[in-house]
């Protein structure tokens, strides 16, 4: 008898997710100097991180034999003071994934269901699988969130409904007047859980002011993170704000100790930082620029953006991606979300988003 039996059915049956391929596996697998790769397959802040989080990580490496704080109550405090609102509205996780889990662990069980769209992020029905719960997955309009079509999807049974925005892989982004629209048609015994990992990079006239919704909504968790924009994404911490009531059985479900001390000293130097924020956005306009104007100039089709990735479309995206493996550029193949003829780059530095193009050009080439 095979011990994996012994799981649940439906744990048996996930697909676990794939990361975007290290650097140091690339060069592994293809004798290539590590130094030479780019890697613009994850989403991450090409600046690294900022110089007021490297100094918090320094002043923190002395007290690393001691535990975290278990309550993150210097981390909580600065985003109460940010986001203006209460402490027990805050529950910190080990990256926003952590938190998607926690949602997940919190408020499903087996019998119950949880409304995402095609292309959304695939922690959302990994975390819905994961806990015996069924996914409804609801067609996408031009790559985004048809919010209509998810209303009407949601069923007696369906406890949550996931949406990110701007959307991970797309870049697609919904409408403030139309996620406000859809809050107040949603059942109020529904969790909407408003995914906005990629916030920061949006221009303020873009922006949701989602957390201020949290007033109204007593139903809505806004989940952020501090992996993209802030550069964080080695030490894993996020957070999300919601009402006291969710926050409560969060924190039931979520393991003590879950972001470490490095981690809620970077965070909380990170949110003070805002130069460096403001620089990588700059970063990531003009890198945007760089790689969009590209496509159009090569003729190759895309998604419009709102994020600090693009994902393009190609003829053969599995020989692309090899081609490119193989000449040191790794982005991120989309098979995975069903989109089998594209793929997602980062926006990078200068330098390495020319190193893609040029790789482009050479595979068009041939």
């Not at 949880?114 to 994961?130: D, G, I, K, N, R």
């Not at 997602?344 to 190193?355: D, F, H, K, Q, W």
Request: aromatic residues 8%.
């Amino acid at each position: 008898m095979s011990l994996s039996t012994l799981a649940p059915e439906h744990i048996r049956a996930i697909a676990p997710y794939q990361p975007g391929k290290p650097v140091s596996e690339l060069a592994r697998e293809m004798g290539l100097n590590p130094a030479d790769i780019v890697k613009l397959a994850s989403n991450e802040n090409p600046l690294g991180m900022g110089p007021k989080a490297r100094a918090a990580i320094e002043a923190e490496i002395a007290e690393l034999a001691r535990y975290p704080d278990g309550n993150g109550f210097e981390l909580k405090a600065k985003i109460a003071q940010k986001f203006n609102v209460e402490l027990n509205q805050i529950v910190l996780g080990n990256g926003s994934n952590d938190v998607l889990e926690l949602i997940s662990h919190a408020f499903l069980q087996a019998g119950d269901s949880a409304v995402y769209s095609e292309y959304a992020f695939a922690v959302y029905p990994l975390a819905t699988q994961a806990m015996g719960a069924t996914g409804i997955c609801v067609k996408a309009v031009d790559y985004g969130h048809d919010l209509d079509a998810m209303r009407a999807a949601i069923l007696p049974s369906t406890k949550i409904v996931w949406i990110a925005n701007p959307n991970n892989p797309t870049g697609t982004l919904a409408r403030p007047g139309d996620l406000i629209e859809f809050m107040e048609l949603c059942p109020k015994n529904v969790i909407v859980v408003l995914d906005e990992a990629y916030t920061e990079f949006l221009p303020a006239a873009k922006r949701s002011d989602s957390i201020a919704w949290l007033k109204q909504f007593p139903n809505l968790i806004v989940v952020r993170t501090f992996s993209k924009a802030y550069g964080l994404a080695g030490l894993r911490v996020g957070f999300a704000l919601a009402s006291s009531e969710i926050i409560d059985m969060l924190n039931r479900v979520r393991q003590a100790f879950n972001v470490n001390s490095l981690a809620q000293a970077a965070a909380c130097a990170a949110l003070d930082d805002l130069e460096f924020l403001r620089e990588s956005v700059r970063v990531n306009l003009e890198g945007m620029q760089q790689i969009t104007d590209a496509f159009r100039r090569l003729g190759i089709s895309f998604i419009e953006s709102s994020g600090n990735f693009v994902t393009f479309h190609c003829g053969d995206a599995k020989m692309l991606n090899q081609f490119m493996l193989e000449r040191g550029v790794i982005v991120r193949p989309l098979a995975g979300y069903g989109m089998l003829n594209s793929l997602r780059v980062s926006i990078g530095l200068p330098s390495e988003n020319a190193r893609f193009i040029a790789v482009l050009e050479e595979a068009m080439a041939d």
